[in-house]
């Protein structure tokens, strides 16, 4: 079975930084494409960035973009999120998610994890 | 990125079909055959519903259809139950950066 399991939600002051986790099981970790996705209170979801199966490509929604830097660790069948100079826009719920297809770079998000929350507020 | 345009809500009876839309542009919805449908129901993830435009995931009730025409996709769910109300999300590759969400609709099962 398939396990996503999202880490390292706090309250972080406007201009701090915090590192998400997200723990994967249940799959050939370093066979898929993995992404992080968040979705604000009362509002819609929101692509942040994904990494391909072998870390080589990473990709960034512009609102992140110069910011956040996604990573992995396949020995560790781990995702990570590096979120710098966080504005009080980047609250909301993260999740992270699977790619529904092996060893495509950009395959979309199929199985998504719990999410943990981050909220920026002084 | 702008966000693909979704109706706020749809609503219908159950028994009924009810359909959403999704509007992009011929850099997203219209140029490639990768919309993605995501059902949410309240305090749950998201559940991917169907994929590249029209293919339904293993355990995904064959209620649940999609479709696509120009710069427009669509699901459509027949026999509408209590337990589809839910928010639903379309999602698209895109030229520009991987991926772009819907601002999301809102099924209410009257």
């Known amino acids: 079975e398939v396990q996503l399991v999202e880490s390292g939600g706090v309250v972080v002051q406007p201009g701090g930084s915090l590192r998400l986790s997200c723990a994967a099981s249940?799959?050939?970790?370093?066979?898929?494409?993995m992404h992080w996705l968040r979705q604000a209170p009362g509002k819609g979801l929101e692509w942040v960035s994904l990494?391909?199966?072998?870390?080589?490509?990473?990709y960034y929604a512009d609102s992140v973009k110069g910011r956040f830097t996604i990573s992995r660790d396949n020995s560790k069948n781990s995702l990570y999120l590096q979120m710098n100079s966080l504005r009080t826009e980047d609250t909301a719920l993260y999740y992270c998610?699977?790619?529904?297809?092996?060893?495509?770079?950009?395959?979309?998000?199929?199985?998504w994890g719990q999410g943990t929350l981050l909220t920026v507020s002084s | 990125q702008s966000a693909l345009t979704q109706p706020a809500s749809v609503s219908g009876s159950p028994g009924q079909s009810i359909t959403i839309s999704c509007t992009g542009t011929?850099?997203?919805?219209?140029?490639?055959?990768?919309v993605s449908w995501y059902q949410q129901h309240p305090g749950e993830a998201p559940k991917l519903m169907i994929y590249?435009?029209?293919n339904r995931p293993s355990g995904v009730s064959t209620r649940f259809s999609g479709s696509k025409s120009g710069n427009t996709a669509s699901l459509t769910i027949s026999g509408l139950q209590a337990e589809d109300e839910a928010d639903y999300y379309c999602?698209?590759?895109?030229?520009?950066?991987?991926?772009?969400f819907g601002g999301g609709t809102k099924l209410t099962v009257l």
């Open positions: 998610a699977k790619a529904r297809v092996e060893r495509i770079a950009v395959a979309g998000a199929a199985y």
């Open positions: 990494i391909s199966w072998d870390g080589t490509s990473t």
């Open positions: 249940g799959f050939t970790f370093d066979d898929y494409t």
């Open positions: 590249d435009v029209s």
């Open positions: 999602s698209s590759y895109t030229s520009s950066s991987p991926w772009v």
């Open positions: 011929s850099s997203d919805v219209g140029g490639y055959n990768y």
